[in-house]
């Protein structure tokens, strides 16, 4: 059963560049959908950028950060997950690369992996990448970071 779901949900990523299965989690490929659900939850974006087969220090985040409990539970209800990834082995449709090609363009994004909060226009809030402590002291990080946002 969960090699058909899998099936499903990886034959939707590749088709349709929705939904990414990344870490356990469910991550949005298609940046307007993740804008789109962040104003109707009224949530921020995290936007990761990623090398994620090829990049040790975004294989990292994902290994102690992304797929673990703490972070999962945080997510889910504070955040509207976006992966823009930019794999060397993996296919992806042509579609999702301009998307992924043309955000990196916009944000200035220089390396992997980047991690961009955002509105749900898009606007930065806050930048980060890869933080050593694990998932805790990264969802503790993330915190600061909403909270200074709001601030402004």
């Known amino acids: 059963m969960q090699k058909i779901l ?5 034959g939707l990523a590749m088709a349709g560049g929705v939904l990414a299965q990344t870490a356990d989690n469910m991550w949005l490929t298609d940046f307007e959908s993740a804008k789109k659900t962040a104003a109707e939850k009224k949530l921020p974006i995290l936007a990761d950028f990623s090398g994620s087969d090829w990049c040790g220090w ?5 290994r102690e950060v992304f797929s673990q409990k703490e972070f999962k539970e945080f997510a889910s209800d ?6 823009a990834d930019f794999p ?3 296919e992806q449709n042509e ?3 301009a998307q992924n090609s043309e955000l990196m363009k916009k944000y200035s994004v220089q390396g992997f992996p980047t991690v961009l909060i955002l509105d749900a226009e898009g606007k930065v809030l806050a930048g980060t990448g890869y933080e050593e402590g694990g998932a805790a ?3 503790a990080h993330l915190k600061k970071l909403i909270a200074g946002a709001k601030k402004r």
């Open 88 to 90: 060397r082995k993996k």
């Open 58 to 62: 975004c294989m990292k985040l994902d």
């Open 95 to 97: 579609k999702l690369k």
């Open 6 to 10: 899998f099936a499903v949900l990886l």
């Open 78 to 83: 504070n955040l509207i997950l976006f992966l």
């Open 137 to 139: 002291a990264y969802v």
